[in-house]
């Protein structure tokens, strides 16, 4: 029976492909259709298609189809049907608007005479509305990155670490966003790209027809080399020179639609004045010089151009006067918006009517320029180049409205610096976008929501946020050099969420409304309303008196290492989200130094923001180690950037920042073999790397770390090549970590009687079967391993996105480890001694998860 429907189902298909064939309709299936038939799949490539149909399977084994002949529609219908009602009625709708759009797109071609001629509203082809809006400065946890909107489209200058997080946490939507342009290849500036890849690729229409376009200097070809171990960079369009243009002599790669015409100058450093010089001057020149180890290397790109992005808005069109057209004898109809959209066209009376004799003067559209301007090395190429004279803006009529200067203050106090600054005249406004110009402030605060009454509870297991220290707080930007050259109100100093007005030409200008306050009040007057809520103050007061009854009980004894504890600095899945970054966790040890468990994207923000700058760099100095479980983005995404930092911290001190000689040793990396090939090829084509890699199958039967600490890893169910791992310190105390994993019973073997056991726990019980096809753990699953591992105390950790408030689905548990489980939030530090006491808090932290409002949208998820 199965084979008769099979042929049935065969011959169909074939005689709608050789019935109905039409090249103009293209059908995207969304990715919510599940279609799980595999058969399907495999009868749909045994047919001879045509070169326009693709079919490609997602990581999570949903299906997405291309197609352009109209047969594919019907085949689609036939699938979507054995799988649901609902989803051949959805995708009927979707073919149905297609549809619509094709035939409306073909008749508007056609010949204009044959259409109706029934009275239009002229509309301009040109952007009504058009700012830029500040998203990073360099001062907190984002590096300096603009957003350019658009009616229609959206564009992203700098696409750095933690924008994703921030973009959601801010409601900045990323649907209309496919391009982005990179003032300079290092991790400061693409260190979100893989992220946002990856977000797009699976939740919005990116295929190769309508691909996500990287803009910027040639070596941005090594960094998508590198990401094909997250990102398919069969959906990347990298453009790098592929359509040029020449302006005054020039020849220049060009991006053009609709909204902006960007054009891309690549500019060269300077070579070096002396030997010495390239020793001693660092590509991020931030002012003080300091001698650094001489085995630790320096960070630099092989290919050190700079990309100059001088982007000019589309002109607007002169109004259109309908008097004259009918003076001219063209009646009224089609081919008034013919004129408008620059058109000619013949009236009945065979005159040739031109859009200059209807329209207006144009006005020209605003040019605004970014740039980033690293290093002394850089200002003269940058500063006497044609290109960017004044002189060559008012030969073509332009005018050059702001330029926003990613630089830092020792390259702006230069005198030639200030003197190109000047040359632009007052009209032009400057952006500056610097850690060393602009405030020191943290910018993700959502997670507040409920940190704050957590701290309230206990400020040892969840501690304030550390504000910036007194080496962190900026000069004052009144006694900047470029002030002597500018009036005060041409010189804008960045701030996150600041808008600048491009269009209309009413509003251009700064827009102040949106920006942040300063964290400081922002945590004042948080925490004065949290600690006169009246739900807070009871769970505090159900708090002390658990304690109470706790402390007359037997307390258990504290292990030798009382000083080592673990700090949860991303406890989410898949993507950032407002309340949980993404997986890390580090543990501290007085004797061992410090190991830290996956880095996904933001774990140096996140480090930073729980231990402020000094003790911050004791910490990333005092890193040993770095253990990866998987290849997965969510997992791996952040070590770079804290590589980077380290080997930084390393140069800018000429003495160890401790007595203990590890902290000037390269970083150890555990982890598959794939985050061995890509840590590799990074360093060796994009910027160097001061680690040393060791592959995580070495390490099953266990390795020595140090005198005292060892590892070993256990292979677990996930992706390929995912590992758990057990870290111990000779008698005094084990702790496991499961990584991504179904229930796996060679870890169970491997920790048995553990002292910590920090297990995923990502989806709920009622979802069970998504948890088995992501090879993922529901809560129950977490803690039948925790039973039969039988440690000490059990924290849960990798929660899915979609739980903001995950504790009540462990408090309904009933099981014997009810008084030795605890979920775990960022910024939570719980030292190994003290893990007992954990149960007590549960009561009250499931009041304030209760009477604290969500009423957030649910953030997207890569899948994983």
């Not at 009236?347 to 605003?366: C, E, F, K």
């Not at 911050?616 to 253990?627: C, E």
Request: hydrophobic share 35%; charged share 20%; proline share 6%.
């Amino acid at each position: 029976m199965t084979g008769l429907f099979m042929s049935v189902y065969r011959v169909t298909l074939n005689l709608c492909y050789s019935i109905l064939t039409s090249r103009d309709l293209e059908l995207y299936i969304l990715r919510r259709f599940k279609i799980n038939c595999y058969a399907h799949a495999h009868l749909v490539n045994s047919i001879s298609c045509p070169p326009t149909f693709s079919l490609v399977w997602c990581k999570n084994s949903e299906l997405r189809l291309y197609y352009r002949p109209v047969w594919s529609a019907f085949m689609c219908m036939i699938t979507a049907g054995l799988t649901s009602v609902y989803g051949a009625r959805a995708l009927l709708r979707t073919i149905g608007g297609r549809a619509r759009r094709l035939v409306n797109t073909s008749s508007s071609s056609g010949d204009m005479s044959a259409s109706s001629s029934k009275n239009q509203k002229i509309k301009s082809s040109s952007i009504a509305n058009c700012h830029l809006q500040v998203l990073g400065t360099g001062g907190g946890e984002l590096q300096p990155s603009l957003f350019l909107f658009t009616d229609s489209k959206r564009y992203l200058f700098n696409c750095v670490e933690n924008v994703q997080r921030f973009c959601n946490e801010y409601r900045v939507r990323q649907s209309k966003l496919s391009n982005f342009f990179i003032t300079r290849m290092t991790w400061d500036n693409v260190g979100g790209l893989p992220g946002q890849l990856l977000q797009f690729a699976n939740f919005f229409d990116v295929d190769k027809l309508n691909p996500i376009r990287l803009h910027g200097p040639e070596s941005l070809a090594d960094f998508v080399y590198c990401s094909r171990f997250h990102v398919n960079s069969g959906k990347i369009v990298l453009e790098t020179g592929d359509r040029v243009e020449e302006i005054a002599g020039h020849r220049l790669p060009v991006y053009r639609d609709e909204n902006i015409a960007v054009h891309t100058l690549n500019i060269s450093a300077s070579p070096p004045s002396s030997p010495l010089s390239s020793e001693t001057e660092s590509d991020n020149d931030d002012g003080a010089l300091a001698p650094r180890p001489p085995k630790i290397p320096k960070i630099s790109s092989p290919r050190n151009s700079i990309s100059v992005f001088l982007c000019k808005l589309a002109d607007v069109p002169g109004k259109f006067n309908p008097q004259k057209a009918t003076e001219l004898g063209l009646p009224k109809g089609p081919s008034y918006r013919a004129l408008v959209n620059g058109q000619s066209v013949t009236a009945p009376n065979g005159t040739v009517i031109h859009p200059s004799d209807v329209l207006g003067p144009t006005r020209i559209g605003p040019t605004f320029i970014v740039l980033e301007c690293p290093h002394q090395r850089y200002v003269q190429s940058l500063t006497s180049h044609p290109m960017l004279q004044k002189e060559r803006f008012d030969s073509s009529g332009e005018c050059v409205s702001l330029i926003a200067h990613m630089t830092p203050r020792s390259v702006l106090e230069r005198e030639e610096y200030c003197q190109w600054m000047a040359s632009f005249g007052p009209a032009t406004k400057h952006l500056l976008l610097h850690r060393t110009l602009c405030p020191h402030d943290w910018t993700l605060r959502g997670l507040l929501k409920t940190h704050g009454p957590l701290n309230l509870l206990d400020p040892s297991l969840f501690r304030e946020y550390s504000q910036c220290s007194a080496e962190d707080k900026v000069p004052s930007t009144d006694d900047l050099k470029i002030l002597k050259f500018l009036p005060r109100e041409s010189v804008i100093v960045g701030r996150t969420l600041l808008e600048y007005h491009l269009k209309p030409v009413q509003r251009e200008g700064v827009d102040e409304s949106h920006v942040l306050k300063p964290f400081a009040s922002y945590w004042e007057e948080h925490m004065s309303h949290v600690r006169s809520s009246p739900e807070i103050k009871k769970a505090v007061g159900k708090l002390s008196d658990a304690r109470k009854v706790s402390s007359a009980a037997a307390v258990p004894p504290a292990s030798e290492g009382s000083g080592d504890c673990v700090t949860f600095l991303g406890t989410g899945a898949s993507c950032p989200s407002k309340y949980r970054n993404v997986s890390s966790i580090l543990l501290q040890t007085s004797a061992s130094g410090n190991v830290l468990f996956d880095s996904g994207e933001g774990t140096l923000a996140q480090l930073y923001r729980h231990f402020g700058s000094s003790e911050g760099d004791r910490v990333l100095a005092g890193l040993q180690t770095i253990f990866i479980s998987h290849i997965h983005g969510d997992h791996n995404l952040g070590i770079v950037s804290l590589l980077l930092r380290r080997a930084e911290i390393l140069r800018q001190h000429g003495k160890p920042l401790s007595t203990d000689e590890t902290m000037q040793t390269p970083t150890r990396v555990v982890g598959p073999r794939k985050v061995g090939w890509w840590l590799k090829d990074y360093s060796r084509r994009c910027e160097n790397l001061y680690y040393n890699f060791i592959d995580s199958s070495t390490l099953t039967k266990g390795g020595s770390l140090h005198p005292e600490m060892t590892l070993q890893t256990v292979p677990v169910i996930h992706c390929p090549e995912s590992y758990g791992v057990v870290v111990s310190q000779g008698k005094n105390w084990r702790v496991v970590y499961s990584g991504d994993t179904r229930p796996c019973p060679a870890l169970v073997e491997a920790g048995k009687n553990a002292t910590l056991l920090l297990h995923e726990a990502t989806l709920e019980d009622g979802m069970v079967c998504e948890a088995e096809e992501k090879r993922h753990c529901t809560v129950s699953e977490a803690l039948q391993v925790a039973e039969r591992m039988n440690p000490d105390f059990t924290i849960l950790t990798h929660f899915s996105q979609r739980y903001s408030k995950f504790l009540p689905l462990i408090l309904g548990k009933k099981t014997k480890l009810r008084s030795s489980v605890f979920p775990a939030f960022d910024h939570m530090t719980v030292a190994l001694s003290d893990v007992h006491r954990l149960p007590t808090l549960l009561p009250a932290v499931q009041d304030i998860l209760a009477c604290t409002k969500d009423d957030d949208d649910i953030p997207l998820s890569w899948g994983w």
